[in-house]
């Protein structure tokens, strides 16, 4: 059962990210902040959960949650600044559109970057233990995955409905036969054999 909050007399804005780990495309973050009577067992570390109960759970926080905000950057700029950097400005960026200022930031891992001069605190596997990021964890997945599709119907050929951009065989595959693409994170290892072409 996930906990409700880190400290309960402060207002928690919960942040995760997805796409970290993924060969194209951006990377995407949520931050949300709940309220005190925010209680639905469905809720979970996104990749715990169906994709189905995912939708129903991002339509379930947006209708409740005390503010959101979901932030993305891009593939250019994952290479330009790596994807550290680029997962935390992204972040960074969702707090930023969150119409309440947050007390405490609560991160799902263990880096991230002073954001505000507002209190944070990393957790890694902050997102099977806190509902704040959990909900964050499940719009930011959900509004990738939904990113992703749209990028699927342009290139086809690496089945981004399916994989998502993550580094499946078939993904590592369709590269092998196809080259990349221009939505591809050409500072990522696509593969060692692989001459880039467009």
């Known amino acids: 059962m996930l906990n409700h909050s880190y400290t309960p ?17 951006p990377v995407f973050a949520a931050a949300v ?3 005190p009577d925010f209680d639905f067992p469905l809720l979970n570390d996104s990749k715990k959960m169906s994709e189905k109960n995912r939708t129903l759970m991002r339509y379930i926080i947006e209708e409740n949650a005390v503010s959101y905000a979901v932030a993305k950057v891009s593939h250019l700029e994952i290479d330009r600044i790596n994807i550290l950097n680029a997962s935390i400005k ?13 007390q405490l930031i609560l991160v799902d891992g263990n880096r991230f ?7 944070h605190k990393t957790i890694v596997g902050g997102d ?10 499940v719009l930011a997945k959900t509004y ?14 690496y089945l981004w409905n399916k994989n998502k951009g993550y ?13 990349i693409c221009k939505y591809h994170r050409k500072s ?11």
Do not use: W
């Not at 960026?93 to 119409?99: C, D, F, G, P």
């Open 167 to 179: 580094a499946t065989s078939f993904h590592y595959k369709a590269i092998e036969e196809n080259g």
């Open 33 to 35: 902040i709940l309220p």
């Open 144 to 157: 990738r995955d939904e990113y992703m599709q749209q990028l699927h119907e342009e290139f086809p050929v």
């Open 9 to 25: 007399d402060l207002v928690e804005a919960g942040c995760d990210e997805a796409g970290r780990g993924c060969l194209a495309g």
């Open 113 to 119: 970057k002073s954001y505000e001069n507002i209190p």
């Open 128 to 137: 099977a233990l806190y509902m704040s990021i959990a909900a964050a964890s």
């Open 188 to 198: 990522f290892n696509l593969n060692p054999q692989l001459k880039i072409s467009f």
């Open 90 to 102: 992204a972040m960074h960026k969702a707090l930023q559109k969150l119409n309440v200022i947050p």
